[in-house]
């Protein structure tokens, strides 16, 4: 029962342009969304996060879009740069749960100088 | 930055054999977590601690498994017989006693031969 899911598993991007990372959920408890930036042979590494009372949270070059409907989220970077290639998780937890935080599957996100 | 730091950065052992994986959490996080990622899948969610006992466990976190914050610092994860399936990536986490970023260490990549 995948909860959050990441339909792409890869993404490939030209250095400059935008890249738009999706991510689905099923479960309409949760209200709290996460995305997490990982390399090789590291530990994933938090990178924005956005409340379900939002809809958009910015911090940089780095934007999350919720849509709350359509139980959708997704990050844009823009910019895109050839250190953001990495694996990017998007995750989710909930108010009656604050004790776990669902990960998806993954995008591997490679930026093309 | 404060940071979540890990032991062994990686481990070989023999199958049956117990492993101890040990992690220090940054210094007033209240929560604590273990995830696993093996080699080509998603991080998984194993356990969650907190207040000196486990919160939340997932089907993954069997008899096999267990965990310890014994001196106050250093949270550990016990494998008390390992199998095959056991080889991944473990990563402890830890969280502040309110908000929901889970902060991640390096990991600990165990192979079980």
């Known amino acids: 029962d995948q909860q959050v899911k990441q339909n792409s598993p890869s993404l490939s991007v030209q250095e400059g342009r935008i890249s738009i990372l999706n991510c689905d959920y099923t479960n309409s408890m949760f209200d709290y969304f996460l995305w997490y930036k990982k390399y090789p042979a590291e530990g994933p590494t938090f990178l924005i996060s956005i409340s379900s009372i939002k809809d958009k949270n910015e911090d940089g070059r780095f934007t999350v879009f919720l849509n709350k409907s359509a139980k959708h989220l997704s990050l844009h970077i823009v910019p895109s740069q050839p250190g953001d290639s990495a694996v990017y998780f998007c995750a989710a937890s909930m108010k009656t749960s604050y004790d776990k935080v669902i990960f998806g599957p993954g995008t591997s996100l490679s930026v093309i100088p | 930055e404060p940071e979540v730091t890990q032991t062994p950065s990686h481990q070989v052992t023999q199958m049956g054999q117990e492993v101890i994986l040990r992690c220090v959490p940054i210094s007033n996080h209240l929560y604590f977590y273990w995830y696993r990622q093996i080699l080509g899948q998603k991080v998984e969610f194993l356990v969650s601690?907190?207040?000196?006992?486990?919160?939340?466990k997932s089907e993954i976190f069997d008899d096999q498994f267990s965990v310890e914050r014994p001196d106050g610092s250093n949270f550990t994860l016990k494998i008390r017989s390992t199998k095959l399936e056991d080889s991944a990536m473990y990563f402890c986490a830890g969280q502040w006693i309110s908000g929901n970023t889970i902060y991640f260490g390096e990991g600990s990549w165990l192979t079980v031969v």
């Open positions: 601690f907190y207040n000196n006992e486990i919160s939340e």
